[in-house]
């Protein structure tokens, strides 16, 4: 399939072809150390920055970063906390002029264990208290149960040696297991079983193209064999036009959204997973941007916010095609689309379920969280955001999308997978696309901001709507999820969530100085670094038997309503 490049635009919403960067290291009573260089803001990356300046000032333990932000009102300065893309994405927009100031902190080593130190199952019937109260009365009965189930799970007292914590519930699932859970005619049988068989083990590699298509729910119900390959081959030509009538219209790639959306989409393909040789070959960078591009311009009320393209990547990289991969984006979407909604009321509630389980199966991790005011949990909005998709090395992760997928109950489109957004009261489809980024994420850092009445502005769209934090609905009715569309119970993403974090839980514990965002950097810089068998080990274990929850009440003080 041939796919025309992405050309860019000038905007005024592009940041400059270069920025020059001052950097000053600070490291206790020591000189000030400072260093400048330039970066083109299109491929640079937080990461690619961290190792920029590893290398220029030799760091070998750990350090802090910060920008200075200038108030254009009243000129005074703050440093605001640099630990991320989208921070970095808003210190070139708003603080490269003349040039972006950093500043190093250098953080003095502590003694306590090395980061890598993990526990497992085990551990945790030793290691954690349960406390009986303060959960959260908007998910107290769902969260009730679900601590129940974790006392069964991981305090009975058994004793397994460590390779039988990372040992998984069984094999990944081959062909031979899976024409099993096929009919003569290549229908689909027993499809809970089929699920609870992948969650247990994942699949093998070989299998993900043909099994993914089911776990996503692209085929309606009862489709044999040969009526699937015809289906995702109508479906396939259907989004080749869908592309092919805006990459091939010069009219359309002109106006200035569309050319917005293509520049922000080529920004973000260009600085996902390059560590892969797959994405770093022009086809599939340009097969990657192409079907992003075209899913926000026929999508407008979701549009195009970062982080898509991480969700996309697996897909086209198991695909091995850009339509199929778009097909498979689509049904994707359809369940974690509401992520991205611009008040990140859905994000907010993870949060809420996210603490509740915290709090009540690791009251001391919790109270450290609490005293340095890292209870809010933000460091996982990422993780929450992604599906735990970037925590993992990249092969690994695969298995642990596959995993969260198999867990959810199936929901199957009634009659064809829609590849555009449904036209409303019968009008002509829009040929607009918003670009921002997901719903925002709370301040940080604890240092003065320039203008505390200001809205946070993200690099996509200035002004971006806030995280609803008094409000338990969505303020655009259209995208608010009925409880039949959002499905019931605490999903398998928060126990991988609650596994990613307990499993450093003594590390964290044992870091007397450390402070909220110090927190926020030790797991950021977990990235693509943990171990899925151990996680996923771990989140099994909490999550078993809960696969039938009640959807919890909703507490009129919190007015929180429980959504995947």
């Known amino acids: 399939m041939s796919v025309a490049p992405i050309t860019r635009r000038p905007s005024a919403l592009y940041k400059p072809e270069a920025v020059r960067i001052r950097v000053k290291k600070c490291e206790g009573n020591k000189a000030p150390e400072y260093k400048k260089f330039c970066v ?39 440093y605001v906390s640099l630990w991320s893309d989208w921070d970095l994405d808003a210190a070139f927009l708003e603080a490269a002029k003349p040039h972006l100031r950093i500043r190093i902190e250098i953080k003095p080593p ?12 085990t551990d945790l019937s030793r290691s954690l208290s349960w406390n009986s109260a303060g959960l959260l009365g908007a998910l107290s009965n769902s969260v009730d149960r679900a601590i129940n189930t974790l006392n069964r799970a991981i305090g009975n007292g058994k004793s397994m040696r460590p390779e039988e914590d990372l040992r998984p519930k069984k094999n990944p699932m081959r062909d031979s297991e899976f024409r099993n859970y096929l009919d003569c005619d290549g229908r689909l049988i027993r499809p809970a079983e089929f699920r609870y068989a992948v969650y247990q083990g994942g699949l093998e590699p070989s299998l993900r193209r043909t099994v993914w298509k089911i776990l996503l ?12 390959m015809s289906y995702i081959r109508e479906l396939c030509a259907e989004y080749v036009k869908l592309r092919d009538a805006w990459l091939s219209s010069a009219a359309i790639r002109e106006q200035e959204e569309m050319a917005a959306l293509e520049h922000a989409v080529r920004k973000d393909v260009m600085r996902t997973d390059r560590t892969m040789s797959f994405f770093t070959r022009e086809k599939n960078s340009n097969a990657l941007a192409n079907l992003l591009v075209t899913f926000a311009y026929y999508h407008p009320r979701i549009g195009y916010c970062q982080g898509m393209s991480d969700l996309a990547a697996p897909l086209l990289y198991t695909m091995g095609d850009e339509a199929q991969a778009y097909v498979c984006f689509c049904a994707l979407m359809r369940r974690v689309g509401c992520r991205f909604a611009p008040d990140g009321f859905l994000l907010q509630t993870y949060f809420a379920t996210l603490r509740a389980l915290l709090r009540r199966c690791d009251n001391d991790l919790w109270t450290k969280l609490e005293s340095v005011g890292a209870d809010g949990l933000l460091f996982t909005f990422r993780w929450l955001l992604l599906e735990c998709k970037r925590e993992f090395p990249f092969e690994e992760a695969l298995q642990v999308l596959e995993v969260i997928w198999a867990s959810e109950e199936a929901n199957p489109p009634d009659t064809e997978l829609p590849l555009v957004e449904p036209q409303l009261d019968g009008q002509r489809h829009a040929l607009y696309a918003v670009v921002r980024a997901p719903g925002r994420k709370p301040r940080r850092s604890r240092e003065p901001s320039p203008d505390p009445e200001e809205k946070e502005r993200t690099p996509e769209e200035p002004g971006a709507p806030q995280l609803n934090e008094d409000s338990g609905v969505h303020e655009d009715p259209m995208q608010q999820p009925t409880m039949e569309e959002i499905g019931q119970g605490v999903p398998l993403l928060m126990f991988v969530c ?13 870091q007397r100085h450390w402070d909220a ?5 030790f797991f950021d810089r977990k990235v693509r670094s943990h171990c899925a068998q151990r996680v996923l080990a ?11 929850r009640p959807v919890p009440e909703t507490d009129e003080a919190d007015s929180l309503e429980w959504s995947l």
């Not at 309606?220 to 009526?227: F, K, L, Y």
């Not at 965002?517 to 950097?521: L, R, S, V």
Request: net charge negative.
């Open 498 to 510: 609650l596994a990613l974090i307990v499993v450093h839980r003594d590390t964290v514990l044992q």
């Open 217 to 228: 729910d692209v085929y309606p119900t009862g489709m044999t064999g040969n009526e699937r």
């Open 110 to 121: 502590e003694e306590g264990l090395d980061e890598w130190d993990v526990i497992g199952p």
């Open 538 to 548: 771990l989140a099994r274990s909490l999550f078993a038997e809960c696969e039938n």
């Open 40 to 78: 083109d803001p299109e491929i640079t990356s937080f990461e690619t920055i961290q190792n920029l300046l590893i290398k220029a000032f030799d760091i070998k333990i750990d350090f802090r970063l910060s920008y200075v932000q200038r108030d254009p009102n009243t000129g005074a300065e703050s």
């Open 517 to 521: 965002d110090d927190i926020a950097i």
